[in-house]
């Protein structure tokens, strides 16, 4: 079993910055990709970014330039900074974490940015 925790959220103006963290526990030596994930009232959960853990990432085209996923392998923690926010972007954020079996999800954190 793979436990998540996610952390960082809040409210900040449209323009503004955060840095989500999710930190894993348990068999963490089986997990593969790490990533982020969101879902805003009335909307698919989608993704935002994912790393492996040779550190490649991928990103999804709405945060492209403006949100940086990265991998702590030793602490077991996946970074989002995101910046140059905006309205659009006010969803809960999920992380994700996948393994050769089955795929871990935190119970979110809320990000609102304010217009």
């Known amino acids: 079993q793979v436990q998540l925790v996610e952390s960082g959220g809040g409210l900040v103006q449209a323009g503004g910055s955060l840095r989500l963290s999710c930190a894993a526990s348990g068999r963490t030596f089986s997990i593969n990709t790490m990533g982020w994930y969101r879902q805003a009232p009335g909307k698919q959960r989608e993704l935002v970014a994912m790393v492996n853990s040779g550190g490649s990432t991928n990103y999804a085209d709405s945060g492209k330039g403006r949100v940086t996923i990265s991998r702590d392998n030793t602490k077991n923690i996946v970074y989002l900074q995101m910046n140059s926010l905006k309205p659009d972007d006010t969803a809960v954020y999920y992380c994700?974490?996948?393994?050769?079996?089955?795929?871990?999800w935190g119970q979110g954190t809320q990000v609102t940015v304010s217009s």
């Open positions: 994700q974490a996948t393994t050769n079996w089955r795929v871990y």
